[in-house]
């Protein structure tokens, strides 16, 4: 029997396919991109129509090899990576590096992971898209312009490691630009007048100052509004008019991308990339029991409402079984495409709505189960009725000049509330009876004061609507924006609010100095439109790249010849003297963060931290002096405070005896030239245990060895284990 060996990115994605295909196809991972434009180089020949060099990914060779041996013992090969455009680049790649003759080598493409979805794919191979392949191309070709070229400019003046982003450095802007607006933001002062009235039998409601001479209140100080308070206090206060009247909410549309992330912040709590990466679980497949692997979500990169037939009948149905006919909207609504979309997939929604929550909630960890049914509980309102309030609105004259207006409402009918409850939508607050002519009396009528705010701080949720509306990167690249420039030191999050660092402030000053045609916002999403015109066959991927560069380069010969002049432009002055020579000193940035150094340098090599050293109770045991915590380049440590003079250091450690036999050491937290965390003996290079995971004071219950080490996994959250007998413990 002929096989088809069919080759998709990851290993959970392999199996849950394999589960469906059955007998006849092989499926393999490839483990992500299988090729890229190599690392330590450029990777693009500019002068030769920007063409691009593509290496093999490294890491890659066992996998390779492991393809091609499969490849030689089947009959053909179906390329089954994701369905968008860096799916389809991964697809030309693997083509690339497969083909042969007499082998035919497809493509297909779905949806969802589902047996219908895979079936009716391997029954229409196509041929890879070019266009797709080039608008990922391109794509890839201009981010590595401007991080090989503009990023080495940062290093000049700041220090080597810091990097610029084609659509990183826009979202920096947006947030500089807001911290800015935030800083010149003036307060206005402003008055409203609220409170409480009753009715003739004692009702109490509240009410607000709605117009003055029927326009809207404008009360700007004190005075203004202590003048219209007696004023309406000295009126008969009586009912005018009183309205009832219905109001529908419809239900929003199911989850696209943006959308998804943005509600996940709300409701859940996650982060951007966060909600990808479970997303991405939920679309690969869950082991369900008996039933193995089930991809539990269509496709998560999505910038469409739509949703197809049979997903529409399937969900009708399940709510009319489930809530009754009465709660489903009658026909399919159409939401329309918005600007930019590709509308390459479907909303993103459940493959199988009868799979509940509940039903799969013992197989799921509680991230997955949180965002599987928040997507199904919102896929299942968009197809039902529209919730019905019944509104209240009261108008009470005081004298010919002043009204005041009394709000009431509740929900008459929940329609797709019912489904996706919110809390919020159906809270009531609803009025006595109070007929028009109707004499009131005031129980409690005050003047309050208040100032307008400034503008909000981006959160995760509104950085994303707001690079969605302005055009800027695509729904599989906010997750990376966000992510990059907290990881890059950029912006930090307090609470849910993301504002720049000043070392992201000044990059962003010194990037608007430089580029001001690159990062502009038009211009970033002007380059979005053209790869989709590429994607179109309406551009050459060589002409849409060949217009951003040429103002990048530009922008960057401008530079030659600037640097002392930049470098002053980001050195702030202090009012601090150098010990050594008395200039004033000026504030610098290494990879530890800002510190202070002599302007004088390489004349005067004064330099000295900005952070305050935290001192020991213990001295030195060299020279006598006091002990004091400082930051290094491979993590906290402790110095004597007589440095340069006496260079005593000795490790941080965590309290707990190294495990090593023989060995009076103890556990220190260090870091790798790259910045990653790993655990080692005080005593190294005496000693050369080391650990990845966090070692604890605890000895195992089963072998008695110590440490156990602190280890978290997606699906059972915290908990310790033994490194030598591997028993588990709950944390």
Wanted: proline residues 5%; positive net charge; hydrophobic residues 35%.
């Amino acid at each position: 029997m002929s096989l088809a060996l069919v080759v998709v990115e990851s290993p959970a994605k392999a199996r849950t396919i394999k589960k469906y295909l059955g007998k006849g196809y092989k499926v393999r991972a490839s483990v992500g991109h299988i090729r890229d434009l190599p690392k330590r180089e450029l990777g693009i020949d500019v002068e030769d129509d920007f063409k691009p060099k593509y290496v093999n990914v490294r890491g890659k060779s066992k996998i390779i090899k492991e393809l091609k041996s499969e490849l030689a013992r089947s009959s053909r090969v179906l390329l089954a990576t994701d369905n968008d455009r860096e799916g389809e680049a991964i697809a030309w790649h693997l083509e690339e590096i497969l083909k042969q003759p007499g082998t035919e080598i497809k493509r297909i493409t779905f949806n969802e992971i589902t047996k219908n979805a895979l079936l009716t794919a391997v029954q229409d191979p196509q041929d890879i898209n070019m266009n797709k392949v080039n608008a990922q191309q391109a794509r890839r070709i201009l981010d590595r312009l401007v991080g090989y070229m503009v990023s080495p400019v940062l290093w000049k003046i700041f220090y080597r490691g810091l990097s610029a982003g084609r659509v990183q450095s826009v979202g920096l802007r947006l947030l500089c630009e807001r911290e800015e607006e935030i800083r010149n933001f003036l307060p206005q002062e402003y008055w409203t007048i609220e409170g409480t009235l009753a009715n003739s039998r004692g009702s109490e409601f509240p009410v607000k100052l709605f117009k003055i001479k029927d326009e809207k209140p404008e009360l700007k100080d004190r005075a203004s509004a202590e003048r219209a308070l007696a004023e309406i206090k000295s009126q008969e206060l009586s009912v005018s008019e009183a309205r009832d009247k219905e109001r529908k909410r419809n239900p929003q549309p199911p989850f696209i991308t943006s959308t998804l992330q943005r509600e996940a912040a709300g409701r859940l709590g996650f982060s951007a990339k966060k909600t990808m990466l479970v997303a991405q679980q939920l679309y690969e497949g869950v082991m369900l029991g008996d039933e193995g692997s089930v991809g539990l979500i269509s496709y998560m990169r999505t910038d469409s409402t739509r949703i197809s037939d049979e997903a529409f009948r399937q969900g009708i149905k399940f709510i009319e079984q489930t809530w009754g006919k009465d709660t489903l909207y009658p026909g399919k609504r159409s939401y329309g495409k918005k600007k930019l979309a590709q509308d390459a997939h479907e909303a993103v929604r459940p493959t199988n709505c009868i799979l509940t929550p509940e039903a799969v909630r013992q197989y799921l960890n509680p991230d997955q189960e949180k965002l599987y049914r928040l997507i199904w509980q919102r896929f299942l309102a968009s197809l039902a009725a529209a919730a019905v309030y019944q509104i209240q609105e009261v108008d009470i004259s005081a004298g010919k000049d002043y009204l005041l207006r009394a709000n009431g409402r509740k929900l008459k009918e929940k329609g797709f509330l019912s489904i996706f409850p919110d809390k919020k939508a159906e809270a009531e607050s609803w009025l006595p009876d109070l007929s028009p002519g109707e004499v009131l009396s005031p129980i409690d009528l005050d003047a309050l004061q208040h100032y307008t705010e400034p503008p909000a701080r981006f959160s995760e949720a509104s950085l994303i609507k707001e690079l969605e509306e302005k055009g800027i990167g695509r729904p599989s690249t906010y997750a990376s924006i966000i992510s990059i420039i907290q990881t890059r030191d950029y912006a930090q999050k307090e609470g849910k609010a993301l504002y720049p660092t000043e070392l992201g402030e000044i990059v962003w000053k010194l990037l608007e100095e430089l580029f001001q045609d690159i990062f502009e916002v038009d211009f970033t999403a002007r380059m979005e439109s053209e790869l989709d015109k590429i994607e179109e066959s309406a551009e050459k991927w060589q002409d849409v790249v060949r217009f951003f560069y040429e103002p990048l380069a530009v922008d960057l010969e401008k530079f030659n010849g600037r640097q002392k002049e930049l470098k002053k432009l980001v050195q702030e002055e202090t009012e601090e003297l150098c010990e050594n020579c008395g200039r004033r000193l000026v504030k610098k940035w290494s990879r530890n963060g800002p510190f202070l150094a002599c302007p004088a340098f390489p004349d005067c090599k004064y330099s000295r931290s900005l952070e305050a050293d935290e001192t020991i109770d213990r001295d030195c045991p060299r020279c006598g002096g006091k002990l004091a915590y400082r930051n290094g380049r491979f993590g906290k440590f402790i110095a004597c405070g007589n440095y340069p003079e006496c260079k005593y250091t000795e490790a941080v450690t965590l309290g707990i005896k190294c495990p090593q036999e023989g060995c009076d050491g103890e556990i220190t937290e260090k870091r790798t030239r790259r910045g990653k965390i790993f655990y080692g003996c005080s005593e190294y290079p005496k000693c050369q245990y080391a650990s990845w995971d966090k070692p604890t004071d605890k000895k195992c219950p089963q072998c008695g060895k110590s440490p156990l080490v602190e280890k978290v996994t997606k699906k059972r959250g915290h908990f310790l284990k033994c490194p030598s007998c591997k028993y588990e413990v709950d944390s």
